[in-house]
């Protein structure tokens, strides 16, 4: 598998145009990778239009309103994909559940809603996407999970999200072991504070001065990174927790 045409990738969690998740299909699509991405909750015209603008790009390109929080939405996805596109070699898992909970606000549901998504959806999709790509002994997979930088500093305010993302740093690197010899790298990325879709301008004032390059993260930051981790060039990297935040400084 040596030509980016014959590369199909699936991108999670891409519902909305100016998400991470977009930037990430849209660098993949300009590779010539064909694209298979989910959505959820997005506005009733979004697939159909980010679907056409990929197309048009000169790429396949498929994707599904998906709930993640389902227990069998991982299985239903891979065969999805297959059977609409063929055979996907990179897998992106970039979808999540945050909301805000401090110590006053955590209860099971919380960390179940967090869970559900963060850990027990990528889990199961890392492991089905790894057993497709041994049956069909293709030798080549790229695995790209995001993360938050949690080991990084604490994140008061946000204990299920941090809980179930750090739980998939910890897999990354399990996994990686265990998917070497099949030519699947797996790594995760943490991107930093994003100006995607969550930033109001008083979010923005705070954060700039914590950017030693003098600008807040950027989607196609976070896309550039994943891009060449999915890449040939990149197949001797995995079980990494790569930070691609611009020096973002948590004092």
């Known amino acids: 598998m040596n030509s980016n045409n014959e590369k199909i990738a699936i991108i999670t969690g891409v519902s909305n145009e100016k998400g991470i998740g977009a930037a990430i299909c849209r660098r993949l699509a300009s590779e010539g990778i064909d694209i298979f991405f989910t959505h959820w909750n997005a506005d009733s015209n979004w697939e159909e239009n980010f679907r056409n603008e990929m197309i048009e790009s000169g790429v396949r390109c498929a994707g599904i309103e998906l709930d993640l929080s389902k227990s069998d939405s991982p299985e239903l996805l891979i065969r999805e994909v297959t059977s609409l596109l063929g055979i996907p070699s990179i897998l992106v898992n970039n979808a999540a559940h945050s909301i805000d909970s401090c110590f006053m606000d955590l209860d099971a549901k919380i960390l179940d809603d967090h869970y559900y998504v963060n850990v027990r959806s990528t889990s199961l999709?890392?492991?089905?996407?790894?057993?497709?790509?041994?049956?069909?002994?293709?030798?080549?997979?790229?695995?790209?999970?995001?993360?938050?930088?949690?080991?990084?500093?604490?994140?008061?305010?946000?204990?299920?999200?941090?809980?179930?993302?750090?739980?998939?740093?910890?897999?990354?690197?399990?996994?990686?072991?265990?998917?070497?010899?099949?030519?699947?790298?797996?790594?995760a990325v943490n991107p930093g504070p994003t100006d995607s879709t969550w930033m109001t301008d008083e979010i923005r004032e705070y954060l700039l001065p914590k950017f030693p390059m003098g600008r807040i993260g950027q989607p196609d930051d976070a896309a550039r990174i994943i891009s060449f981790l999915a890449s040939e060039d990149a197949g001797w990297i995995t079980g990494q927790i790569i930070h691609s935040e611009g020096g973002f400084y948590r004092g």
């Open 125 to 187: 999709l890392c492991v089905e996407f790894a057993r497709l790509i041994q049956k069909t002994n293709s030798k080549f997979g790229r695995i790209i999970n995001l993360t938050s930088g949690q080991q990084l500093g604490p994140m008061p305010g946000n204990l299920a999200y941090v809980a179930t993302k750090g739980a998939i740093s910890s897999f990354t690197l399990s996994l990686s072991a265990e998917l070497a010899h099949l030519g699947i790298t797996i790594n």
